[in-house]
């Protein structure tokens, strides 16, 4: 199982979570990109980091809304967000290798509902050199991608509350967020082992991944990541990038 983290989300003097200590746990970071959060000496940072500790890199790309922290749809025509989203791969790219492609925030989940976002998103990673693209399962963008023959990695978050259709619950409504270390470990494993998670209503839903996401930007997300990490080798589980040779 993959264990990745939203990293590099700082800008200029301000930093948003610990990536120095996340990327001693996590195995794959989703690196910003500038258009949400991020600047140039961030990536670098991030980067050279993670390629000292073996961390995979993955463009977080986002809408061009660094004010709103790319958590505000906007309805950009999709030719020209493929090119914004183009751009930052390319910005990120500068610094390192680039393994896989993530959406951010609004971005994520508007590509999983809305085909053309989902296929500004597709481009974007195919014309990067066909990247994995790092989503929600079941999503339009998960079919989307898989039709152009990219490779489409799953992905589960252990600290988020589920809709009964397998959507993540809005932040803006109750049950968005999961902070009780135990229950945010015992999601993960149960995502992990048994390919389920329970949603916000109670009902058990189908959530077959390969990657799980601990939120960098959660109070105690280190502690939380190390947690959940452990929490998987207990249960037998191991623990390893998805992508095994950076781009590949």
Known sequence: MDLNSDLGEGFGIWRLGDDDALLTIVTSANVACGFHAGDPATM??????????????????????????????????PDELADEL?????????????????????????????????????????????????CQPGSVLAGLAAERGLRVVAEGFADRGYLPDGRL??????????TDAAAVTARAVRMAVDGVVEAVDGSVIPMPIESLCVHGDTPGAADMARAV???????????????????A
């Open 44 to 77: 670098r940072r991030v980067s050279d980091r993670s390629g000292a500790l073996g961390v995979r890199v993955g463009a977080q790309v986002s809408y061009r809304d660094l004010a709103g922290f790319g958590r505000r749809r906007i309805d950009v025509p």
């Open 86 to 134: 183009r751009y930052q791969i390319g910005a990120l790219a500068a610094f390192g290798p680039v393994a896989y492609v993530k959406p951010h925030g609004a971005l994520y989940n508007a590509a999983a509902v809305d085909a053309g976002h989902a296929v500004a998103v597709v481009t974007a990673a195919a014309a990067a050199g066909d990247l994995p693209v790092l």
């Open 169 to 178: 619950v809005p932040r803006s409504q109750p049950g968005a967020l999961v």
């Open 229 to 247: 990490r452990d929490a998987l080798v207990a249960a037998g589980v191991p623990v390893a990038a998805f992508v095994q040779d950076d781009g």
